[in-house]
């Protein structure tokens, strides 16, 4: 499955972004959709996953209250709104699918079909 992260952008702190993932070539059906993000000389960092069966959301703790994972099924696409931005959450995000489970939903391991990645900045 090919995946087109989008909606990155320059957003002041505060702001809010919507970041899409789109697949083609095949549906989402079977996968986990988890959103990753790397800082500038940081480790890439789980952010939210879904299971695009049913829909079950997870979250890294620090970011659950401003993040909303969530999927349209009818174009393939799942989404994460992020809202109350801070400087700290400037990242290039990744979009990832892969047959996680519970235990490795956080792992960038458990997901093998990346997207390329789009630029979030928030200034300060």
């Known amino acids: 499955v090919q995946l087109q992260a989008s909606g990155g952008g320059l957003v002041q702190a505060g702001g809010s972004l919507r970041l899409s993932c789109a697949a083609s070539?095949?549906?989402?059906?079977?996968?986990?959709v988890g959103w990753f993000r790397q800082a500038p000389g940081k480790e890439r960092e789980f952010v939210a996953a879904?299971?695009?069966?049913?829909?079950?959301?997870y979250y890294t703790d620090s970011l659950k209250d401003r993040f909303t994972i969530s999927k349209n099924n009818a174009k393939n696409t799942v989404y994460l709104q992020m809202n109350r931005l801070e400087p700290e959450d400037t990242a290039v995000y990744h979009c990832?699918?892969?047959?996680?489970?519970?235990?490795?939903?956080?792992?960038?391991?458990?997901?093998?079909?990346w997207g390329q990645g789009t630029q979030v900045t928030v200034s300060s």
């Open positions: 990832a699918a892969g047959r996680a489970i519970v235990s490795t939903m956080q792992s960038p391991n458990a997901y093998y079909h």
């Open positions: 070539e095949r549906s989402f059906g079977g996968y986990a």
């Open positions: 879904i299971r695009w069966s049913g829909g079950s959301t």
